[in-house]
């Protein structure tokens, strides 16, 4: 009789202990479940932004911009007297300084109104002398006051007609003092009207230009402000004064700096943009105006 009770002891004993892996198991898992639960909540991965390359909120807004001239710094070389190019020696991309001679221009026009001012500045000065004379007869009764008022007409006339030639010549740079000492001069020279780097060049020798067609521009560089671009959610966050941090494309690895001068009034009623100027602190010789830049408000 004991020999039949120790196997079925021993099969009660096998079956009590099987199910003690699953349990351990399952155990186990609700331990790692409760610890990814208890795990903090992983931070949001900051972004670098685009502009500086500085670390900062997901949701700080950038702008972009391009680097454009101040219109004091952009001359459109025109002609007030129209011609055809004599010579010529300016090459694009060259720098050239105010005054500096661009080309001279050939028109017969300019020769003849040269010799109107000569012509009526000999007669201005018969015509004043002859004014003071009949002006002291008359005040003498020598002479009479028909006679001193014809000479007054004739006189005033003169004069205007005088400085009618003067101002044109002035308007095409002639210096009338040079002319009346040195003559009439047959090539009219262009000179640059600020000092800077030749662009757009249009001339050529034999092109005939007409009054106010452009010959080329001349840009100086050395006051190149940056223009954002904002939109009207953006005008909280946009004041005059507020520092900028930005990157030029083709400009590689430096970040260049400046202050917001100008926050636009007027709204681009297309696409609801408003221009933001920026005067660039410190310029690159690399600068081109047309330069795409990507901007950020410099925080503290």
């Known amino acids: 009789m004991k020999k039949i009770l120790l196997p079925i002891a021993a099969l009660l004993c096998a079956c009590s202990s099987a199910p003690t892996a699953p349990a351990s198991t399952a155990a186990s898992e609700a331990a790692a479940t409760d610890s990814i639960a208890a795990a903090p909540a992983e931070e949001p991965a900051s972004e670098v932004d685009a502009a500086s390359g500085a670390t900062s909120v997901p949701n700080e807004p950038t702008f972009n911009g391009i680097l454009v001239l101040p219109p004091q710094s952009r001359a459109t070389v025109t002609l007030t007297m129209g011609g055809s190019i004599r010579s010529t020696t300016l090459l694009p991309g060259a720098y050239v300084k105010q005054g500096t001679v661009l080309a001279t221009l050939e028109n017969p026009e300019f020769i003849a109104l040269q010799q109107s001012y ?165 310029q690159n010789p690399q600068f081109r105006p047309g330069m795409y830049a990507m901007a950020r408000i410099a925080r503290k």
Do not use: W
């Open 118 to 282: 000569l012509d009526s500045h000999a007669q201005y000065e018969f015509l004043r002398t002859e004014f003071l004379r009949q002006q002291t007869l008359a005040r003498e009764e020598a002479s009479s006051q028909k006679r001193f008022q014809q000479s007054k007409a004739e006189y005033l006339s003169m004069r205007s007609r005088m400085d009618a030639a003067a101002a044109q010549l002035a308007l095409l740079g002639v210096d009338t003092t040079r002319l009346l000492a040195g003559g009439i001069i047959p090539y009219l020279d262009i000179k640059a009207p600020i000092s800077g780097y030749a662009a757009d060049v249009k001339m050529n020798i034999g092109r005939h230009f007409d009054v106010g067609e452009p010959l080329c521009e001349i840009v100086n560089k050395s006051d190149m402000m940056l223009r954002l671009t904002a939109y009207e959610k953006d005008l909280a966050n946009l004041r005059a004064g507020d520092r900028v941090e930005f990157r030029v494309n083709g400009i590689e690895g430096e970040t260049f700096h400046g202050v917001i001068t100008m926050v636009g009034q007027q709204v681009n009623n297309e696409n609801r943009s408003i221009d933001v100027y920026v005067r660039i602190e410190g």
